[in-house]
T-cell receptor, first 116, second 113 residues
Framework: GAVVSQHPSWVICKSGTSVKIECRSL??????MFWYRQFPKQSLMLMAT?????????EQGVEKDKFLINHASLTLSTLTVTSAHPEDSSFYIC????????????FGEGSWLTVV | GESVGLHLPTLSVQEGDNSIINCAYS??????FIWYKQESGKGPQFIID?????DKRQGQRVTVLLNKTVKHLSLQIAATQPGDSAVYFC????????????FGKGTLLTVNP
């Protein structure tokens, strides 16, 4: 079946540094990928929509200069958290739209970010 | 604004019983709905989806019902097993052709052996 892979699964970084999270669609091409953020015991909050070859579309309240999204190929989107702060610590999840499967949305396993 | 919500935040059932998880939506223009299962510390796992031109769809041990009249979505799990314990989210397509999903709050399902 369709698989979406995220890397790293978890990462610890120091305040002020940047960290990159990758999202790959392993067996299908994804023209559209999405990035979510999830706090403990809460629902998923959409951060941005990533379209291959174009700029990401950010949701209201999400800082595009802080959360850089790149979708350079049909199978890879990256989220870079710049100048990370402890309040950026969260569970980040990506998803990808599988056109070949009736636009079913598949999610990655998520990436835990802890900023110390 | 319009949103997707859940009636019950928690649901506890006995192993072998059937489970029903409910979801209300308010966006009458939504045309695609999905149920996801999320286990602790993991990403959401696709369970089943349904489009607005259908009112019922069945999968393996799961059935999704859509009532557009009252804007209600439900997930039925037959013969619930301990492995079904997780948080279940309903989501609706609020982004038209881009399939941008809006998630409900989630229901924690606990299956007691």
């Amino acid at each position: 079946g369709a698989v979406v892979s995220q890397h790293p699964s978890w990462v610890i970084c120091k305040s002020g540094t940047s960290v990159k999270i990758e999202c790959r669609s392993l067996d299908f091409q994804a023209t559209t990928m999405f990035w979510y953020r999830q706090f403990p015991k809460q629902s998923l909050m959409l951060m941005a929509t990533s379209n291959e070859g174009s700029k990401a579309t950010y949701e209201q309240g999400v800082e595009k200069d802080k959360f850089l999204i790149n979708h350079a190929s049909l199978t890879l989107s990256t989220l870079t958290v710049t100048s990370a702060h402890p309040e950026d610590s969260s569970f980040y999840i990506c998803s990808a739209r599988a056109l070949w499967r009736g636009n079913t949305i598949y999610f990655g396993e998520g990436s835990w970010l802890t900023v110390v | 604004g319009e949103s997707v919500g859940l009636h019950l935040p928690t649901l506890s059932v006995q192993e072998g019983d059937n489970s029903i998880i409910n979801c209300a939506y308010s966006n009458s223009a939504s045309d695609y709905f999905i149920w996801y299962k999320q286990e602790s510390g993991k990403g959401p796992q696709f369970i089943i989806d349904i489009r607005s031109n259908m009112d019922k769809r069945q999968g393996q041990r799961v059935t999704v019902l859509l009532n557009k009249t009252v804007k209600h979505l439900s997930l039925q799990i037959a013969a619930t097993q301990p492995g079904d314990s997780a948080v279940y989210f309903c989501a609706e397509n609020s982004g038209g052709s881009n399939y941008k999903l809006t998630f409900g709050k989630g229901t924690l399902l606990t299956v007691n052996p």
